[in-house]
Nanobody, 123 residues
């Protein structure tokens, strides 16, 4: 089983920044497609950003230019740097991983492994 543990959520003011982390194992971080999703109350879960095995990044339009997904294979960690936060970014954020080919690495929701989530509140 792939274990994913998120951290780094919390509260921020509009325009502020937060960095989320997702701890995994070396094999997962270095070989899987990994992504961040979010779900706000009363809304469907949406993909935010994805990063392929070799580092290719994909973003949903609403966060492009504000959020950056990255990973550190040595630290076995996936990150999401969130800048210029807006109230509409308030949601539970989830880390996800899947052993799909890089050309299929995107923000679609059919990932095989999920973390427990970390709350982000912008107000």
């Amino acid at each position: 089983d792939v274990q994913l543990v998120e951290s780094g959520g919390g509260s921020a003011q509009p325009g502020g920044s937060l960095r989320l982390s997702c701890a995994a194992d070396t094999y997962t971080v270095s070989t899987y497609c990994m992504a961040w999703f979010r779900q706000a109350p009363g809304k469907q879960r949406e993909g935010v950003a994805a990063i392929a095995r070799r580092g290719g990044e994909t973003y949903v339009g609403s966060v492009a230019g504000r959020f950056t997904i990255s990973k550190d294979n040595a630290d076995k960690t996936l990150y999401l740097q969130m800048n210029s936060l807006r109230p509409e970014d308030t949601a539970m954020y989830y880390c996800a991983a899947d052993p799909r080919p890089s050309w299929l690495c995107s923000t679609t929701s059919d990932y095989g492994s999920w973390g427990q989530g970390t709350q982000v509140t912008v107000s």
